[in-house]
Every structure is written in C-alpha cells, then in structure tokens.
C-alpha cells in the first residue's frame, strides 16, 4: 500500500511525525505537508503563484516526499497530479492539533487535504487529536489512526467517501468508545476581539469561545464531549435534495 500523508499543521508539526511512526512498515510513506502551518485554510489553493516544493524526509521514518509551498489542498493536487508518477492507495491527513468537528470541517485544511484526495479519487482519511495543547499526547491517536488504515487496506474505501476522524487526547483504557457519528452544530460567541494599534485605531482578531450544540447523540460534537472516538463518514456533494423540487416547481414559470 501506498499511503500519502499531509496535514495542515506544518511539515514540522509533531502530528504528522506521531502519524508517520505510527504507520510505518504498513507500506510506502510518501510524504507532501506544507512548509509552515496552514491551518484553517480549507479548501483554498493557489493559482496566481508558482508551486515551489523541496525534497524532504520525515526523520526516524522512511516517509520520503516533498515540502511544499502551498495550501493542504495543493499538498495533496500537485503530489497526486505531478509529484507521483502513479496515485497512492491512500491519503492520511494529520494528526491535525485541534479538533475538527461540524461544522467547522468547512474550514479546515486538514479534512481539505482529505477532500482533494477523494476530488482525485483516492480514498483519504482526516485525523484530528481534540486539544490544542502542544504538548498534547499523540500516541493513542497514532495507533487508532494505523488501525484504521490496516481495516481499509484489507477492505478498501468508497472512493468518493472520506473518513473525518476526530480522537481524545486521553489513553486506549480512558477512551470511552468508537462512534460513527454526523456532522453536528459548533457555534461561536465573542468571534471578534476588537483591540487599539498604538495609533489608536482598532483592529479585530478572530478568538471566541465555542458553545457546542448537545442536542443530537448522534452527532460529532456530542461523541467528543463524551469522550468516544468519532468517525464521520464525509463527502462532498452538498446538494440538498430534498428541495430540488419543490424549487423547480415554484421556477418553471419563469421563462416563457
Ligand atoms: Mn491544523
């Protein structure tokens, strides 16, 4: 198998180094991150620069590959379509620092990484350990994340289907489950800090303090809260269909 990793975090994030350990000896790591972070970048990609990258390794591991000058999404794009001389079996995008849970998936880089590699048609997991701590503990993540790529080397991947998993930074005996879960509600309160530049004019810095909505058991949100794994199958078809024709019914009168 081979498997190619990213993440939104940075070439030099500890996640994508717990990720490449972990994963070793399961096949061919190849490796395309950006060479600084990245995060909440989600699906952007760059077009009115050039693309430079560099020959890079990640160290203690045999993950060979490229440092790149881009988005998550372009990590995955210009591996896939240029980097490679053939696709891999599988994109692993992670271990993200930070939890990637409803709604805010929209803009995250890391499930953007795994959205490009599923555009691409190759089936992609996104990983995300649920603190921002930086001396948070990756290990159990780790594991979990090369189990999860064993089951899907033996059974493979819708291909147009990504996995978003989002995993407790607690150890195997504290995690209290694995779920199968949908996407659930993340508000924001206090989104904008307003603050003065020395000149006395103001200026905003996007912080706020998450207000998760626990209605919904079945939901991302509420399995992190009870300290479960939580795996969401995702794809991109945002089509809502259930009011496609009720639209065309009130439209068809439109044009004469
Ligand atoms: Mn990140």
């Known amino acids: 198998m081979r498997i190619l990793l990213t ?16 994963l ?11 060479d600084r972070e990245r995060s909440a970048t989600g699906h952007s990609i760059t077009v009115f620069h050039p693309i430079r990258v560099d020959r890079t390794n990640i160290p203690e591991t045999t993950a060979r590959g490229w440092i790149v000058e881009g988005t998550p999404a372009d990590c995955v794009k210009l591996a896939i379509c240029a980097l490679l001389d053939e696709p891999p ?13 409803g709604t805010d998936v929209l803009y995250s880089g890391t499930v953007s990484a795994a959205v490009e590699g599923i555009i691409l048609g190759v089936p992609a997991i996104a990983v995300s350990l649920t603190t921002y701590d930086y001396d948070a503990d990756y290990s159990f993540a780790a594991s979990f994340t090369r189990r999860l790529c064993e089951e899907y080397s033996r059974q493979g991947l819708t291909p147009d289907t990504l996995l978003n998993v989002n995993i407790p930074p607690l150890d195997e005996e504290s995690v209290a489950g694995v779920k199968v879960t949908k996407l659930g509600v993340r ?37 992190i ?20 024709e009720d639209i065309q019914r009130r439209l068809s009168g439109m044009l004469r």
């Open 7 to 22: 993440n939104d975090d940075g070439i030099y994030a500890p996640g994508i180094k717990a990720l490449a350990r972990a």
């Open 24 to 34: 070793e000896g399961l096949g061919e790591l190849i490796v395309a991150a950006p």
């Open 89 to 101: 079996d599988l994109v692993v995008s992670g271990i993200n620092r930070g939890p990637n849970l």
């Open 187 to 223: 508000r924001y309160e206090n989104v904008f800090e307003e603050r003065k530049d020395p000149r006395g004019k103001s200026y905003y810095w996007l912080a706020g303090d998450v207000i998760d909505d626990l209605e919904d058991p079945d939901s991302d949100v509420v399995a």
């Open 225 to 244: 809260h009870e300290n479960k794994v939580s795996i969401t199958p995702i794809h991109f078809d945002l089509t809502n269909y259930a009011i496609m």
